[in-house]
């Protein structure tokens, strides 16, 4: 990109720089909770397992809700969908700031999810039509926003984690509240009655495309893989909360570079099945790699940066082939893709912990091993109904921007 490119992806409106913004703070959530799982174990006289389930109820309530937030958006405009998704987000952080037991953390953080689903469905879309410098400025700039809450999060985690484990919860509600607030003042008012109401069964009734279900699968049994090695991984690690925070703030740089870089490159040289069937297996032998050597965090904390080496491209690579997968609207068949996608991330977590704890600490990784082996096997399978996705990709528009990035959002 040139330096002018560069300077004018910058010179954009205020109400994109408030969405943004908001942006950053909502993709921290993701990895927030990973420096702070052990504390949250410890403080709350908790099982590793049911502080996965932190990430479960997140992750399991996102994924549902996405089957909704078209319908939802597509009636209340995207502005108020921005604000009831940034409200929630607040309210349920700060619920969880003040949260006694694990189980009340559990239940808040499922509400965290809901208001996620609705802020990150919407995003985009408000990007795009308000930026200056066209579709590819403002989805550069998105992506630039989520690689940076990503990256960022488990070191905010980790940095207020070492505090108290209440820290990031309410950093998170404070925040946001910032980002309400920006948004409620700099972005204008939609015309409403430019809105194109969508069928609620839609996303349903997307699944019925063989490719479009053959790629959710592969990247519910992918996703297995990604959230062991994220949710899992701080507890053989070993580390304090500020350990643990700078170890996935690597992960996520790493992540955030090859998905914004170097995924591109790839798929201009490669078809993209090609690039799944030789990324996937290198994710499953980097996990098995993980279990081989868990007993020293040196080669553990080397896994987790190479693992999200493998994952920024695999996010980016699933997530447009799906773009490619069908005919439908662009957010129709991302919210199907979406809610099957996070039922993998919404398993793993706690199912690691019980497979720690019956056979070795070692067996999760081992087994998500599989899981990525398995969703490489059906890509390699389903090449004949896939043969579409390798095809010319054109410049996506506002609604395909907006699909390509929910998914990398995960």
């Known amino acids: 990109m040139s330096a002018g490119g560069g300077s004018a992806i910058l010179r954009q409106p205020k109400q994109v720089w408030a969405v943004a913004f908001a942006c950053v703070i909502a993709f921290m959530g993701i990895g927030l909770v990973d420096p702070i799982l052990p504390v949250i174990a410890a403080d709350l006289r908790a099982t590793p397992t049911e502080t996965e389930l932190l990430f479960t109820s997140y992750l399991l309530i996102t994924g549902l809700a996405m089957l909704v937030t078209s319908w939802v958006s597509s009636r209340l405009g995207p502005k108020r969908t921005l604000m009831i998704g940034l409200g929630l987000i607040v309210a349920f952080a700060l619920a969880a700031a003040l949260g006694q037991s694990v189980e009340a953390v559990i239940a808040f953080r499922a509400g965290w999810g809901l208001g996620n689903a609705l802020f990150i469905s919407t995003a985009l879309a408000t990007i795009v039509g308000a ?17 940076l809450g990503i990256a960022v999060g488990p070191l905010l985690g980790g940095a207020l984690g070492s505090i108290s484990w209440r820290g990031p919860f309410f950093g998170t509600a404070t925040l946001m509240a910032v980002g309400f607030i920006a948004i409620t003042v700099l972005l204008k008012k939609e015309d409403r009655s430019q809105l194109q109401p969508t069928r609620l069964s839609a996303p349903l009734r997307a699944l019925r495309n063989p490719a479009l279900a053959l790629l959710a699968g592969a990247a519910l049994l992918y996703n297995i893989g990604f959230f062991v090695l994220l949710a899992y991984t701080p507890f053989p690690l070993g580390f304090d909360a500020m350990g643990i925070g700078l170890t996935f703030f690597g992960w996520g740089v790493a992540l955030a570079v090859t998905s914004v870089w170097v995924a591109p490159l790839l798929t201009a040289r490669m078809r993209r099945t ?41 996010n980016t690579v699933l997530t447009e082939s799906v773009m490619e997968a069908t005919d439908l609207p662009r957010s129709v068949a991302s919210s199907a893709y979406s809610a099957v996608r996070f039922i993998g991330g919404a398993v793993a977590p706690p199912l690691a912990t019980v497979l720690a704890a019956t056979f070795t600490a070692a067996t999760p990784y081992f087994v998500g091993a599989v899981s990525v082996a398995l969703s490489a096997a059906l890509v390699v399978a389903g090449r004949r109904q896939l043969a579409h996705v390798d095809g010319a990709r054109p410049e996506p528009e506002a609604a395909e921007a907006q699909a390509i990035i929910i998914g990398d959002a995960a």
Do not use: H, K, R
Request: aromatic content about 4%; glycine content about 12%.
């Open 274 to 314: 090609t690039v799944l069937a030789i990324v996937l297996p290198l994710l499953a032998l980097d996990l098995a790699a993980a279990g081989a050597f868990i007993a020293t965090p040196a080669a553990l904390v080397i896994a987790v940066v190479v693992g999200g080496l493998l994952l920024g491209v695999l």
């Open 131 to 147: 930026a200056s410098g066209g579709t590819s400025s403002a989805i550069i700039l998105y992506e630039a926003a989520l690689g």
